[in-house]
């Protein structure tokens, strides 16, 4: 009597439906100073954690090159061509453009109807901790002067020098606080701005306005990738391991963090739980994507 496979043996199917990438905007691919910019609050009780399975953002080096590989669109539709940037700056909050028309101010807090969101402890594009205040006064900071070497922040109204290579922590003035968890009595911050400018860096992002998730090759001819494709499972779940073995992808040729981009790229795009029919398909440029339009709920 023929017993049942193991179910780290075991494929299910999964139908995906391809797409021409031929005539579509390619995504941004851009080598600039790169800024990162968290304003934390340490002193405070963290009342709310990030859930986000994959950070938004994977920073790597590969070939010598080092990158950082925004997967999901962050850049706002007004941020204008990216030939005109003369950097980007990422904080906990957002991607921003970097311009040489003037000083530029960076979402730093989230407000949320009456209440405001900072920071306690921030990564850059994923996920942070944070505590609701009743109101806060944002402090003024903006990046007066950017170049491939140097970058030069005014911190409400005083000018810290950061090169190439370093990170600086700035102690701001205290503030009071009330914090929105039943607390009701002021609360006393000291804010720190921690800035982190580790010099030019290849910014890969999806073409502003896109409504695709963008992922690196991988080496993976996409073509040669059947629909339906037998996706292997462990325990009910996609074996994102297995798959790459059964599409000759080499994960172990591959830096770390850009296995993590392999993980994001399997479970979006195969996930046997998922019910809808993901599309799919390759840019010229390598760079695989598939379409915001077929996924659904939350990652």
Do not use: K
Not at 16 to 37: F, H, K, Q, T
Not at 102 to 107: A, E, H, K, L, S
Not at 275 to 297: K, M, N
């Amino acid at each position: 009597m023929d017993r049942p496979a193991p179910d780290a043996d075991r494929t299910t199917d999964s139908r995906w439906e391809r797409s021409s990438g031929a005539d579509r905007a390619e995504p941004i691919v851009e080598r600039r100073p790169y800024v990162e910019l968290a304003l934390e609050h340490p002193d405070l009780e963290p009342t709310a954690y990030g859930d986000s399975f994959f950070p938004d953002a994977i920073p790597y080096a590969l070939e010598g090159t080092h990158r950082v590989f925004y997967w999901r669109p962050t850049l706002e539709s007004g941020s204008g061509e990216p030939g005109e940037w003369s950097g980007v700056c990422a904080t906990t909050e957002s991607l921003s453009p970097v311009t040489d028309r003037g000083p530029t101010d960076f979402d730093l807090v989230s407000r949320r109807d009456e209440t405001t969101a900072v920071t306690v402890d921030g990564t850059i594009a994923g996920d942070s901790t944070r505590t609701l205040v009743e109101s806060y006064a944002v402090p003024d900071v903006r990046i007066r002067a950017l170049s491939e070497s140097r970058l030069e922040v005014l911190v409400d109204g005083t000018a810290v020098v950061v090169p190439a290579g370093t990170r600086r922590r700035v102690s701001l003035a205290e503030r009071t606080v009330i914090r929105v968890d039943g607390e009701e009595s002021p609360t006393e911050t000291t804010p720190e701005l921690r800035v982190r400018f580790p010099g030019q860096r290849e910014l890969h992002h999806p073409v502003i306005g896109a409504n695709y998730r963008l992922f690196p090759s991988f080496g993976l001819d996409l073509e040669a990738v059947p629909s339906p494709l037998a996706v292997p499972t462990a325990n009910g779940e996609l074996d994102h391991e297995a798959l790459a073995a059964s599409l000759g992808v080499d994960l172990s040729a591959r830096p770390y963090p850009e296995r993590v981009l392999w993980q994001a790229f399997a479970y979006t795009a195969f996930d046997p739980h998922a019910d809808s029919v993901p599309e799919l398909w390759q840019f010229p440029t390598g760079h695989l994507a598939l379409s915001d339009d077929q996924i659904g709920g939350d990652d």
